[in-house]
C-alpha cells in the first residue's frame, strides 16, 4: 500500500544521458519517457529535471525531497567532470538521508560511488527483456519471490553492493540487477522507463557491437510482458515510507 502524503514529493531527475541523436525524432527523450512513465503518479510527485550531464546541478543539495538518477551511454569510469561531481553529490544526499533512487547508470553509479564497484563487463552485452525473482521484501510491499521482468540494455556492471546494502534482483549473468539500502536507496539495473519498441530501436542501432545471437536472443524476448507498472509503484512506495520515516524521527 502507498502511504498517502500531504504535499508532493519534489522529485529531481538527473539526466545523465539522452537519447542518441541518430535515434531522434523517431524516439522520446529521456524527459519524455520518464515523463509519461511517471505520470500515474504526478498526484504525488512534482517533478524537476536536471541535466547533470551538462554540469547542470542543483544550488543545494537539500532543494529536493529525492532525487533519481538515469541511464547513460557513459560508465562511472570516464574520464568526465561531471561523473565525480555526481558521485560527490550523491554521496552528500545519502549522508542527509535523502531518499535515492537509480537506474542502469543511475544504479551503477549509486553503487560505487557508496562503497561498491561498477565496471565495464567482460561478460558482454546484456539485453532484451530478462525475469528474475525477487531476493528480499521492500517496506510496505510483500515483494520476496515475486517474478520482475524488465527491459536491460547495459555492457556495465555493478560487481560489489555497498555495505548496507541488500540485492534485491540478480541471475548467474547479473548478480546485482537491483539494490536496496532500506529507507535510503532504491536502484535498478534495468530500464523500467523503456517500452519495448525503443528497446528495439536501440538493438537495432547496436547490433553489429551486440552480435548475432544476442540480436536474436534479445528480439525473441521483445513478446515478453514487462512489470514497469510493478517497478514503478514499488518506486512511490519507498518514497513515501523513506519520507514518512523521516518526519516520524524529526
Not at 502507498?2 to 539522452?18: S, W
Not at 512534482?46 to 538515469?70: C, K, L, N, W
Not at 546484456?126 to 510496505?140: N, Y
Not at 556495465?156 to 549473468?173: H, K, M, R, T, Y
Amino acid at each position: 500500500m502507498i502511504m498517502a502524503q500531504h504535499k508532493q514529493i519534489k522529485l529531481g531527475i538527473l539526466l545523465a544521458g539522452e537519447t542518441g541523436i541518430n535515434m531522434r525524432p523517431h524516439n522520446p527523450s529521456y524527459q519524455e519517457m520518464f515523463t509519461s512513465y511517471l505520470a500515474a503518479h504526478n498526484h504525488m510527485l512534482d517533478i524537476t529535471f536536471i541535466h547533470v550531464r551538462h554540469g547542470d546541478f542543483p544550488e543545494q543539495v537539500s532543494d529536493y525531497d529525492a532525487y533519481m538518477i538515469s541511464g547513460s551511454r557513459h560508465g562511472v569510469y570516464d574520464d568526465l567532470p561531471w561523473i565525480p561531481r555526481l558521485m560527490d553529490f550523491v554521496k552528500s544526499a545519502y549522508h542527509m538521508q535523502i531518499p535515492l533512487i537509480g537506474i542502469c547508470f543511475g544504479h551503477q553509479l549509486l553503487a560505487h560511488a557508496l562503497g561498491g564497484e561498477a565496471v565495464l563487463s567482460d561478460k558482454g552485452w546484456g539485453v532484451g527483456i530478462k525475469e528474475m525473482a525477487m531476493q528480499s521484501d521492500l517496506p510496505a510491499a510483500s515483494s520476496k519471490g515475486q517474478a520482475v521482468r524488465l527491459i536491460y540494455m547495459h555492457q556495465d556492471q555493478v560487481i560489489s553492493l555497498p555495505a548496507e546494502a541488500e540485492a534485491l534482483l540478480g541471475d548467474d549473468f547479473c548478480p546485482y540487477a537491483a539494490f536496496t539500502i532500506p529507507g535510503r536507496v532504491l536502484s535498478f539495473q534495468g530500464h523500467p522507463e523503456f517500452n519495448t519498441a525503443y528497446l528495439s530501436a536501440l538493438i537495432n542501432r547496436h547490433s553489429r557491437a551486440i552480435g548475432d545471437e544476442g540480436v536474436a536472443r534479445a528480439n525473441g524476448s521483445l513478446s515478453t510482458p514487462t512489470d514497469n507498472d510493478q517497478v514503478r509503484d514499488w518506486m512511490a512506495s519507498f518514497l513515501n515510507h523513506a519520507l514518512a520515516a523521516q518526519s516520524r524521527a524529526a
